[in-house]
């Protein structure tokens, strides 16, 4: 049986890469660049004040469907997490992500272990090698997913959209702007603002 990951035709692939090469470098950063007032820092001051713990860092939560109008099946899931204790330190974020792709009785899925996370107001850029997956020569590759998580029409990308697949020499997270639209009636993403200190 063949393997699918690609997203979508070679025409759509062509529109994207183009996107995609210009704002990963943009959208990556950005998520470093929103300032506080994107998070719940009077939250965390009162939790700290009152003898709770303090929340995490950064979190890239939740899973959802992604639209396509040939009806694939398309789901993405994360558990992406960066304690309160590395907050100096996205590097350290610890969890997984994974995502399956099938269409016409053809797929592929994989599972990736977060070595960054990068969150800023309701973005969140995560990045992870593939430990797991029915595609051939896809294991020990990183590749990175983007999430706007909008509370009601949620948004992704993937490092992927440029190149079809995973590729050596991904830099930790790095990923394309979110183009792609959740399925309607699915999707639960939650994203936790990184508040660095500076």
């Known amino acids: ?30 998520a470093t660049a929103f300032g506080a007032e994107d998070g719940p ?11 709770k713990a303090a929340r995490e860092a950064a979190a890239l939560t939740g899973s959802a469907k992604l639209y396509r109008s040939a009806g694939d099946d398309i789901t993405f899931s994360f558990d992406a997490r960066l304690a309160a204790k590395d907050n100096d330190d996205p590097l350290k974020a610890t969890g997984t992500f994974e995502w399956s792709h099938y ?8 599972k990736a272990e977060v070595d960054c996370l990068l969150t800023g107001g309701r973005v969140a850029v995560v990045s992870g090698v593939i430990t ?30 440029a190149t079809g697949g ?11 702007a979110p183009f792609e639209k959740v399925k309607k009636g699915t999707g639960d993403f939650t994203v936790v603002p990184w508040l660095p200190k500076f």
Not at 41 to 51: D, E, L, M, V
Not at 103 to 110: D, F, L, R
Request: proline share 3%.
């Open 41 to 51: 820092a009077s939250a965390t001051a009162s939790a700290t004040a009152s003898g």
């Open 1 to 30: 049986m063949n393997r699918r990951w690609t997203f979508g035709n070679r025409g759509r692939r062509t529109a994207v890469l183009g996107a995609a090469l210009l704002l990963t470098a943009g959208l990556a950063g950005s």
């Open 166 to 176: 995973p590729v050596g020499g991904l830099p930790r997270c790095v990923s394309s």
């Open 132 to 161: 797991d997956s029915d595609l051939p020569g896809a294991k020990g590759k990183r590749v990175g997913v983007t999430v706007h998580d909008t509370g009601r029409h949620d948004r992704l990308g993937y490092s992927w959209a």
């Open 103 to 110: 269409a016409g009785g053809e797929g592929a899925w994989a």
